[in-house]
């Protein structure tokens, strides 16, 4: 059973258009982290999220962790060919558990130019 | 200042081999965590090791087993290899053993199995 479900899992979109990517879970977290995965590299984190209800901007990304601190959102706004990569989501401290981060299956986003 | 480096990048071996991957952490890093990346799947944890001990392990058999050295480099171990261990090996370093600090990836060995 995966414990954190990620959609949509492909997108393929044009350069300038804008997208959300979703993480949910059924379990509470302490934290959750936003990576992207470029191909033949390890993930690099974008953003964690602690409180619910917060809202992280980095550039033209917004990142939202849901009231209950089991969902998150990635928008990207006016996506560019380098923002092609695998986007993972990782919660951690599920439940008052193990503070190793817990992967969902992760979003494989194309821009094309 | 190097980031974490993992050797070596690709591998293949064939069903019942043994195979060592090796991983430097980040400068100032003493925490290591290896993760398995199977085609079209999130990192799965392995186990995390913290002064030369395995502190956390996931939900992978004996078969996999790793060690960590005072200068805080680290090999995972697997014996009796299987085709399903097939994978992207990543190793991740970050400070302290809580977990919640920040984790920095290696790039990763592909490891395919015959």
């Known amino acids: 059973t995966q414990l954190l479900e990620q959609s949509p899992q492909f997108l393929s979109i044009q350069e300038g258009e804008n997208l959300t990517v979703y993480c949910n879970s059924s379990s509470v977290f302490s934290s959750l982290q936003w990576y992207r995965q470029e191909p033949g590299e390890g993930p690099v984190l974008l953003v964690t999220?602690?409180?619910?209800?917060e809202v992280k901007k980095l550039k033209r990304l917004t990142f939202q962790f849901g009231d209950a601190r089991k969902d998150s959102s990635l928008h990207i706004t006016a996506a560019q060919p380098g923002d092609t990569g695998l986007y993972l989501c990782?919660?951690?401290?599920?439940?008052?558990?193990?503070?190793?981060?817990?992967f969902g299956r992760g979003t494989s986003l194309i821009v094309h130019p | 200042d190097a980031g974490v480096t993992q050797s070596p990048t690709h591998l293949i071996k064939t069903r019942g081999q043994q195979v060592t991957l090796r991983c430097s952490p980040k400068?100032?890093?003493?925490?290591v965590s290896w993760y398995q990346q199977a085609l079209g799947q999130g990192p799965q944890f392995i186990f995390q090791?913290?002064?030369?001990?395995?502190?956390q392990r996931g939900n992978f058999p004996d078969r996999f087993s790793g060690h960590q050295f005072p200068n805080y480099s680290s090999e995972l171990n697997v014996n009796a290899l299987l085709l399903g261990d097939s994978a992207l090996y990543l190793c991740a370093s970050s400070l302290g053993r809580r977990g919640t600090d920040t984790q920095y990836f290696g790039p990763g060995t592909r490891l395919t199995v015959l």
């Open positions: 090791y913290y002064e030369e001990e395995e502190r």
């Open positions: 999220v602690v409180t619910g209800g």
């Open positions: 400068s100032g890093h003493d925490t």
């Open positions: 990782a919660g951690a401290g599920a439940s008052g558990g193990s503070y190793i981060p817990t």
